[in-house]
């Protein structure tokens, strides 16, 4: 989420969802009606939600016997290899802190438009209030409302967009994303360890990592069947974590064999993604899946999502341990700082962002 403004791209008027919705609750305009091939269908909409996501239980990889470590680290390694997602139950972050975070985030979704837009994201740019990867007036637009914000290192925030208003979501959101930062560093050691690497090896390799938040709103739309909550697309990030307010209906849907699945929250769980750099890193053993939220007709959803990345200066091409005569390398070699650009300069379009990596020889 490198913040790189873009000047002269015309997006047009982009109406927000929630004033949509509070003066025209019948309306869908266009700009919002997906070709039919992009709907979500009847069938994955009525389909039964897979129950069979896994479930990691974090507390018996931080504390749990030798036993018990080692079985959950072969669920984990199983979950990111055939889902590259799981939920993870007993993850040691308050729950108070996460109920406060979304609290806060809903009473900053509903205050008046003018409060909201005092944080404007700039057109191209991933920070601030607004909708993102916007960048033609023929784009369709996502039936939701957005509020991102760079987290770590320093540099990346922009003093400017933190809100002053609830009062004291600024530093709830600095505290949970510590928490959260902590979550994904234990995570990625497990992860390392399931793959029989060094259990620091990505820590060391990521550098100061670059840690964003984003708020995704997605308010009641009367023709769910017709738009679509957020495009399809797998994340540019290391690891996500995707936070579901309480009472939030099924919205997230993962493409699992060519088919959308749901993802039933579990209460107080969180949503653990793999993103496109432990894609390459691992040459492609770990799949960073392609994922789109939908829209609900009587339930509006509300989720906290962070995305967790190595430095924009680290070089990144899968490890030689997952290179052999039988794997051979899928990517290339870059810097995760153009890739980052290159994520949030282009629409989200499935996994196509992942082009930018791949050798030649297998686009
Ligand atoms: C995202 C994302 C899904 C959701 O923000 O990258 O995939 O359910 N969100 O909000
Ligand atoms: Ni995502």
């Known amino acids: 989420m490198a913040p790189v403004p873009i000047s002269n791209i015309n997006i047009g008027h982009i109406d927000d969802v929630q004033e949509l919705r509070r003066t025209k609750p019948k309306t869908v305009p266009q700009r919002f009606v997906r070709d039919m091939t992009e709907r979500p269908t009847f069938q994955t909409s009525l389909s039964l939600p897979n129950t069979n996501m896994p479930v990691i239980d974090f507390s018996k990889l931080s504390k749990g016997s030798k036993e018990e470590l080692l079985n959950e680290l072969y669920k984990l390694s199983t979950a990111c290899e055939e889902w590259g997602f799981f939920q993870v139950i007993n993850h040691e972050i308050d729950l108070n802190l996460m109920e406060n975070i979304e609290e806060m985030s809903k009473e900053f979704f509903m205050l008046p438009l003018e409060e909201k837009q005092k944080y404007p994201m700039a057109p191209g740019t991933v920070q601030g209030y607004g909708q993102a990867f916007v960048f033609s007036e023929d784009q369709k637009l996502d039936w939701c409302n957005m509020f991102a914000l760079g987290i770590e290192p320093h540099y990346v925030r922009n003093p400017n967009l933190w809100p002053k208003k609830p009062e004291r979501l600024s530093e709830t959101i600095e505290l949970y994303s510590r928490n959260i930062r902590k979550l994904c560093q234990n995570l990625l050691k497990y992860i390392a360890l399931g793959l029989n690497l060094e259990e ?26 017709l738009v679509l909550g957020l495009s399809p697309h797998s994340d540019g990030s290391a690891l996500t974590v995707l936070q579901q307010a309480k009472g939030s209906p099924v919205g997230l849907q993962i493409l699992k064999d060519n088919t959308w699945v749901p993802i039933e929250p579990i209460p107080n769980a969180l949503v653990i993604n793999i993103g496109d750099t432990i894609e390459v890193l691992t040459n492609r053993k770990y799949k960073s899946v392609e994922h789109r939220a939908v829209a609900h007709e009587e339930k509006d959803r509300l989720s906290i999502v962070t995305f967790y990345a190595p430095n924009y200066e680290i070089e990144l091409g899968p490890m030689q341990e997952f290179v052999d005569e039988k794997h051979p390398c899928k990517y290339r070699r870059y810097n995760h700082g153009e890739y980052s650009k290159h994520y949030v300069t282009n629409k989200l379009q499935g996994k196509r962002t992942l082009d930018f990596a791949k050798m030649e020889i297998i686009k």
């Open 200 to 225: 620091d090896v990505f820590e060391k390799m990521f550098g100061e990592v670059v840690q964003a938040i984003r708020m995704n709103y997605y308010p009641t739309c009367s023709r769910p069947d």
